[in-house]
């Protein structure tokens, strides 16, 4: 058996230092411990406090998860990244993944719509797949999304644009080209695109 001896408070949250026996036993969410009335004085088999221990676990990990969509839109893959990095042991972050899918409030084809949405007229197809790729979404989502949600010619509209703004009050010269080139090559248009795009924007400045 072991013995509550101290539950305090941290700072202004809601998580408490539990003491059993007077040794530290770890650091505790309000909510598991009202869950089971617990107070200083009572006793409990030790099965008990490693059945809370993963309780606790469990609760801490969904709620941080929680917090951190409640800011910005993550994939699921992010949010795995993310608990992984706070220390969160995986049996934690897999109830706290399919708790937060149930909830609606992971969803990678909503996450892929809105990415799309928010950078199409910057980013070229090939870009957004790749950073898409690179945040977990499954390909055949991401393909599914671009195609559906931006064509070629809005692409090469987007494009034109982005060049004329990059170009203003530049020179037309050699070395300009050459990094015109490689700035929207690192967005992921091809060089055929690129081309065009300067001649047409250097033809219409003559």
Known sequence: MKTITEIRKIGKGQRYYLYLDDEFFGVYEAEILARHCLRTGQSFDESFFEDLKLENGDYACFNRGLSLLEKSMKSEKMVKDYLKEKGYPKS???K?????????YIDDGN???SYIN??????????LKYDLLSKGIN???????????????????NLLKLAEKYMKNKEFDLKNKQKFYNHFAGKGYDYG???SVWEKIAN???
């Open 139 to 157: 390909e055949e989502i991401v393909t599914e999304k671009i195609d559906q949600l931006l064509d070629d010619e809005e692409e090469k509209e």
């Open 96 to 104: 706290a993944i399919d708790k937060l899918k149930e909830y609606g």
């Open 118 to 127: 928010s950078y199409r007229q910057t980013k070229s197809k090939k870009k």
């Open 111 to 113: 996450f892929c719509e």
């Open 204 to 206: 219409a400045r003559d």
């Open 92 to 94: 934690c972050i897999d």
């Open 193 to 195: 695109s690129i081309l």
